[in-house]
């Protein structure tokens, strides 16, 4: 047995190598799982839609041509009809001296980004196209920045750089406006010919707290048409007529809600018209629910005034009555407001004599809604109804002017109309604007 040993040994060496090189021999050599599957790309995702609503269009070209022109200029974006867009961007308007002052609402439905975003701008309606659509996009990439971010994040950069070490100066600004104008219209046939014009001047001062303002205007009118002949005898169909007047306020504001007011007015007409000579005059306060510089032009407001007024007629009243003095007061409640889809708007007024309020009085109300259901039905109306008490006058029969003017002594009268729309518009946002005028 110890003599078989040495013969063995070389055996034992060679065995004992092999396993040590087959323990040392790299894991690459040793055959791994099979190769994952190769994974499809990611669908690319669409265009955020946007669909423009104008409920304000101001003195530029704001909306809906240079928004739409940025819509549609913008490869992450698309114009979209309502009913299929991501973003609906609500734009109002409310005039400031030479400015628009844009109120930009974007309401939104887009995974990761917030629902409502508002800017607010000023444009100057002096400037150019290409200087008010300089101050216009700023303020709408700002808008739909973070829409279009939340679907495509590569499509947004954001830079943050440090302020302007000065400021550039504001320029000076005057409360004070003053205004002119003057209009007019005519046609002409042989028979028929009619002219008007009218004119007005115009002083006010208007600051955040208080206004005060005087205007001043005139009308004049002349109409001339074949008269009719009424058992051989003509009657003439000619018109003349003319007015004045003179109106003057003065508001204060006694907290951001309350307010105070004095109006006086004064007018004149032709002697076929209602008044020789007539005078108001009011003071009455006012509250109302929204600032009176509301970026979208909300207003839900009630007034009470009271005063005095007096009148010297044209025509006798049935009570035998060519002039008239006495207290009045009234309560009025307007409003006018706008939310995404709804519009609603509401004037009521109930004004009389205070002494004897059944003898003259005034009782009005005039509400319209406009509302967008869902996504293809529009829909609006408005009524306007007025009931009235007032000495009525006497007229002569014979003249055909006094008659066709005395509709200011009609018991009631009332206005209505309503429209339903309904649409399915087209989704591929081109405008072509070729023969709109023959359609």
């Excluded at 101001?58 to 909306?63: D, V």
């Excluded at 508001?251 to 020789?276: F, I, K, N, Y």
Aim: glycine share 8%; with cysteine; proline share 8%.
């Amino acid at each position: 047995m110890p003599r078989a040993l040495p013969r063995l040994a070389p055996t034992l060496c060679l065995a004992i190598a092999a396993a040590l090189l087959a323990a040392a021999a790299p894991a690459a050599a040793q055959p791994g799982p099979a190769p994952a599957a190769a994974q499809p790309a990611p669908a690319a995702a669409a265009p955020v839609g946007v669909a423009l609503e104008c409920q304000g269009w101001g003195r530029t070209k704001a909306c809906p041509a240079f928004l739409l022109g940025f819509i549609e200029g913008t490869p992450a974006l698309r114009s979209s009809p309502r009913a299929g867009a991501d973003v609906v961007l609500y734009v109002n308007v409310t005039e400031v001296a030479n400015a628009d002052h844009l109120h930009l609402r974007f309401v939104g439905e887009v995974g990761g980004a917030p629902p409502v975003v508002e800017i607010e701008l000023d444009l100057d309606t002096r400037g150019d196209d290409d200087a008010q659509r300089a101050q216009l996009l700023p303020a709408f990439t700002r808008g739909v920045a973070l829409f279009v971010a939340a679907r495509h994040p590569d499509a947004v950069a954001i830079t943050l750089e440090a302020p302007a070490p000065a400021a550039v100066a504001p320029p000076p600004t005057s409360p004070w406006g003053f205004e002119a104008s003057l209009g007019g219209y005519g046609s002409y046939t042989r028979g028929y010919r009619s002219m008007n014009l009218w004119g007005s001047l115009g002083v006010s001062r208007v600051t955040r707290t208080r206004q005060l303002a005087l205007d001043i205007g005139s009308s004049w009118g002349i109409s001339r048409q074949p008269p009719l002949v009424i058992d051989g005898e003509e009657v003439s169909l000619d018109t003349d007529q003319y007015s004045v007047s003179a109106t003057g306020l003065y508001e204060r504001h006694l907290d951001p809600h309350w307010s105070v007011a004095a109006t006086s007015s004064v007018w004149h007409e032709d002697p076929e018209g209602q008044m020789d000579l007539a005078w108001d005059g009011r003071v009455g306060v006012e509250w109302d629910l929204f600032p009176a510089d509301d970026p979208r032009g909300n207003r839900l407001a009630v007034a009470y005034l009271a005063g005095y007024r007096a009148e010297r007629y044209n025509v006798e009243n049935e009570l035998g009555e060519t002039s008239a003095h006495y207290p009045v007061h009234g309560v009025a409640a307007s409003g006018a407001v706008r939310k995404d889809k709804v519009s609603f708007g509401l004037y009521v007024a109930v004004r009389g004599e205070v002494i004897h309020p059944e003898r003259r009085y005034t009782i009005s109300a005039s509400p319209y809604v406009e509302w967008q259901l869902g996504d293809h039905v529009d829909v609006s109306f408005n009524v306007s109804a007025t009931a009235r008490a007032l000495p009525a006058p006497v007229l002569d029969e014979a003249s055909f002017e006094q008659v066709i003017r005395a509709a200011y002594a009609e018991p009631f009268s009332a206005y209505g109309s309503f429209n339903l729309r309904l649409h399915w518009d087209r989704t591929n946002g081109v405008r072509n604007d070729r023969f709109s005028d023959t359609r």
